[in-house]
């Protein structure tokens, strides 16, 4: 248990300096660049990449596949039948008032969707979530450099507690959690109706203090899963 104690004035000040929805940025790695989603422009390749059909980029290629499997089970939405339905799903996401939608780009083509979700400002804590990735993009080091941007992007704007939520029944994703450095936290029962199902929530999270310690292994980690052609 923490003690309770006054925190500095200066980290009480950047609760002024943060809006309810996160500014719009720009994040460059070495594999991946994100970009603020732009829903009209984005969603017929978001589609293409998610859609279950074969798919090749920049010397990789996949076969069909089941869709639902592979990236929409635990996910708010999806499959889509066309990009037409995907893109009215993704319009709502990105309309939510304390949300920013990004859009994950490898060699400029869009390939999945990251976001800044349920941000408090006033709390000084922000979420990372409705990630998703194409089946092109899975076992790479798309998604661990996708995170680490995130979680920098948020520490270096002044927050002190990043969290990661995700279905307790998605392994890959409480994976991935502890793979980038997110502690957990426990599992909130009954916590939504998704998809008309009950759903139990895992918690993990990253405070300011921790970013240091696992900053440099979580890019080393996303540099050491690369983009592998096949």
Known sequence: MRAMSELPPEVLARRDRLPLKPAPVVLTGALVELRPLEVDADADALHAVSSGAPFALAGR??????????????????????????????????AEPDALALTVRVAGTPVGVACYLANQP?????????????????????????????????????YRRVEWKCDARNQRSRRAAVAYGFAFEGVQDAHYIVKSRSRDTAWFRMLDAEWGTFRDRLAAYAAARGWKTT
């Open 61 to 94: 290629s996949v076969g069909s596949y089941d869709p639902d499997d592979r990236i929409w089970r635990w996910m708010s939405g999806g499959p889509f039948a066309d990009a037409a339905a995907l893109r009215g799903w993704l319009a709502a996401l990105a």
């Open 122 to 158: 006033r709390h000084l804590k922000i979420e990372l979530g409705a990630i998703w990735y194409g089946t092109i993009a899975q076992g790479t080091g798309v998604s661990a450099e996708a995170a680490h941007l995130l979680a920098g992007h948020a520490f270096e704007l002044g």
